[in-house]
């Protein structure tokens, strides 16, 4: 099994889940001595998982990342190398990007790997990756490394990943859950025909918004103020991504757990197929220093994201330090699936302490890892945005000084999971 899954696997029951765990200020080498009322460990250290009342479980958080951690991320050998110029360097960059582009794809969906050497680059504008197979790679993430530099006085994403579109449904395969309840957990649902599904299938796992539901949880008699306002159900209809691992007559399998019960009195559930054309893949960056000029410790107008990811699944971001930017060192945005970020650093971001900023490693997708990272002087350090879809982790990360919270930031985020995020102050 590959050490990325396996010890994502083997620390599930010291997660538990992120809505109950307080933050763990030590690492622990062994197993707890402790054993939980929800999961535990038998003497061949099998997890068991109970349910509650309903059937419902502790969701498997282990398939995230890329390639669900089946696959370590690879190395691919160097087909071009860029060296700094004085002045702009985007032009440079973006142009070998370009080129790099147009390579036939290989077995492995690999297009080719640019490598900026040693030096100082500086970037007045986004450097965009929009084509599948393409790897960004320095010379090491020290300031005398490969140092890269937003010098433009606008607020800008310095490296882009990012697709077209988005996901479009299959015509004629919508097919309803049939089982009144289908709890958290759950690998597998009853549908009222799989006559068209097959093993292999990409499926969106559907969980409508209604009324019902939103009163139930009263989010329709939220206390009025500024910039507030009573949820509506069509904005909170959820849509999963998942593949099909078996079909059992009209009983489907699922690779993901369901990670948001579905009850047929709030809507049930549906399941179709779906295409994402415009998604690209195999993408990565790591290995650079990446910095914003800025004018004022509040300021707005510069850098604002070192890496975003929108649009692509099957991406990586690893060994990058980042340094005042205004936003965040890594922004996996709603379309962002199966992205691995690692030994990343955030360090003192350059913007107002206050709302919609600082969000040092920011998720919006799904099915997204975040492990061995590092942030300073953020506010909302490793967070999801309102009405992500889980199953997303957070694994052994660190906080240094900062300004809020850490953790789901607002309306509704189902199934993050986080170990080993202590906060620190110095």
Sequence with gaps: MDKHKMS?????LILICIFTMPMIHSQTKSLPNWQSSHVYIDEIG???????KQGNTIPDFSRVGYHHGAKSIPCYPVVKVITPLKG???????MAIDEISKNKPGINGHRGTILLSRGEYKISKTIVISTSGIVLKG??????????IATGRHKYPLIEIKGEGKYQEVINSRVKITDEFVPVGSHSFRVTSADQFKVGDRIILFRPGTTQWIEAIRMNQIVERPGTRQWKADEYNLAFEREITGIEGNCISIDNPVVMQMEKQYGGGEIYKYRFDGRIHEVGVSDMYLE?????DDDTEHGWIAVQLDNAENCWVKNITTVNFGYSAVSCERFAKNITVSDARCFDPKSPITGGMRYSFNNNGQQNLFMNCLSRNGRHDYVTGARVCGPNVF???????AFSDIGPHHRWATSTLSYKVPVAHL
């Excluded at 914003?292 to 004022?296: D, K, N, P, R």
């Design 395 to 401: 694994y052994n990360c660190v906080s240094v000084n």
């Design 8 to 12: 994502i696997r083997n620390t599930i």
């Design 46 to 52: 099998t997890l068991t998982y109970t349910p509650d």
């Design 88 to 94: 702009d360097n985007w032009k440079n960059i973006q």
């Design 139 to 148: 010379e090491g993430d020290n300031v005398n490394e490969t140092r890269i």
């Design 292 to 296: 914003s000029e800025y004018q004022s």
